[in-house]
């Protein structure tokens, strides 16, 4: 079965530093990758997507992702953050199970981010 | 605006109520989904809806009662809730089934709170 791993729970970082938050899956083929950001009360926005191509892949709020099949990675990043910035995110994955199955969207247990002034 | 609209955005009920969550999608979907996220868990995806069809009942308590009357309108209806049934419920949305090659627009969710 499918799993995402988000190392890490929290992080904290000041404003203008960079940023970096790890995911990793499970996943026997090349999966369907997928970054989520969830602000307080709100509900889930979608950053940017992996389907095929380039394995650097650009995102809304000045996010990018890559892909790395040979570490299982689809690693968020941002050059620098601001306070806006802080929120949880979600990283998920999609893949086919074969059969009449449809590719159902695992989510990782998201990691909150902390932006310092 | 994600084209994903759900109300109320909170709801306090009573164990014995009865009460019902509205999605709308104003996308052209042809899929949409009731997902659960409680807090310290992944989230949950209870429901599925593939052209007004339910295709996946993820082992949800008969207490929760989904009902999909066109492609566009989504309901969640709720009938004696416990407390552990406190959570945001989100409703999402997707051009077809599924994930794969496919992407799930998410609403702002419902927040639930039973007393």
């Known amino acids: 079965a499918q799993s995402v791993t988000q190392p890490d729970i929290h992080i904290t970082v000041s404003e203008g530093a960079s940023l970096e938050l790890r995911c990793n899956y499970s996943y026997g083929a090349t999966p369907y990758l997928f970054w989520y950001v969830q602000s307080p009360g709100q509900g889930l926005q979608l950053l940017l997507k992996y389907f095929s191509g380039d394995t650097l892949v650009q995102g809304i709020k000045g996010f990018e992702a890559e892909f790395k099949r040979s570490q299982s990675s689809f690693n968020l990043r941002k050059p620098s953050v601001h306070w806006s910035d802080a929120a949880e995110y979600f990283c998920a994955v999609s893949a086919y199970a074969g059969g009449t199955s449809y590719g159902k969207l695992t989510f990782g247990q998201g990691t909150i981010l902390t932006v310092h002034p | 605006e994600t084209g994903v609209t759900q109300t109320p955005r909170h709801l306090v009920m009573g164990m014995t109520n009865k009460k019902s969550l509205k999605c709308e999608q104003h996308?052209?979907?042809?899929?949409m989904y009731w997902y659960k996220q409680s807090a310290k868990k992944p989230l949950e995806l209870m429901f599925v809806?593939?052209?007004?069809?339910?295709?996946e009942n993820n082992s949800v308590p008969s207490r929760f009662s989904p009902e999909c009357p066109n492609s566009s309108h989504l309901f969640l209806h709720l009938h004696t809730l416990q407390p552990e049934d406190s959570a945001l419920y989100l409703c999402a949305s997707s051009q077809v089934l599924g994930a794969y090659g496919n992407t799930i627009y998410f609403g702002e969710g419902s927040w639930l709170t039973v007393v």
């Open positions: 809806y593939s052209l007004e069809e339910r295709v």
């Open positions: 996308l052209g979907h042809n899929a």
